[in-house]
Nanobody, 115 residues
Framework: QEQLVQSGGGFVQPGGSLRLSCATSRSILSTYVMSWWRQVPGKERERVALMISNGGTQYADPVKGRFTISRDNAKNTMYLQMNSLKPEDTAVYYC?????????WGQGTQVTVSS
């Protein structure tokens, strides 16, 4: 049974916006540290945004001011709103949930930013 199910992503021109979604369970969303990561071929997966249970957030420097991590508790879903997208944002994006020794990953979704 998948714990994290992603949707969204796709192709967008530079300067455009996309929203990624990560559906999960109420218990995971309310307890786990939730985050978004991205990976390009030949490079390590990097974390771009993080949200803890009290709503506190952190962002990687390359996405600060452009990306927003959020959650909708009624829908048991986490989001990543990506604005002012750049070609260097092109990657496979993954959502992640982590708490103590438990960790789950979404299936990944491709985001391509190109003119």
């Amino acid at each position: 049974q998948e714990q994290l199910v992603q949707s969204g992503g796709g192709f967008v021109q530079p300067g455009g916006s996309l929203r990624l979604s990560c559906a999960t369970s109420r218990s995971i969303l309310s307890t786990y540290v939730m985050s978004w990561w991205r990976q390009v071929p030949g490079k390590e997966r990097e974390r771009v945004a993080l949200m803890i249970s009290n709503g506190g957030t952190q962002y990687a420097d390359p996405v600060k001011g452009r990306f927003t991590i959020s959650r909708d508790n009624a829908k048991n879903t986490m989001y990543l709103q990506m604005n002012s997208l750049k070609p260097e944002d092109t990657a496979v994006y993954y959502c992640n949930a982590r708490w103590e020794t438990s960790e789950y990953w979404g299936q990944g979704t491709q985001v391509t930013v190109s003119s």
